[in-house]
């Protein structure tokens, strides 16, 4: 599993940190930035927070 994220199209929601502060993180402006590519025990959290971007700020691309 690889990720991508398009600070463009963030909103600054939080949702994502929320949900897995190890892999994303918000700049000054509240933007996501991504912290690391996620580890075989992050996936589903990843999944998750994915699913729960409002503005499908982050793509999961899976293999
Ligand atoms: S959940 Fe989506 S909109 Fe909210 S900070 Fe993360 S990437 Fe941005």
Redesign the pocket.
């Known amino acids: 599993m690889r990720i991508t ?1 398009d600070p463009d199209r ?8 929320l949900n897995a502060p190890a892999v ?1 993180d ?1 700049d000054d402006d ?3 930035t991504l912290l690391t590519e996620p580890g075989p025990d992050q996936e589903s959290t990843v999944r998750l ?1 994915g699913a ?4 499908r ?2 793509t999961v691309h899976e293999g």
């Open positions: 994220v963030c909103v600054g929601a939080g949702q994502c940190v994303f918000q509240g933007l996501v927070a729960l971007c409002p503005s700020a982050i």
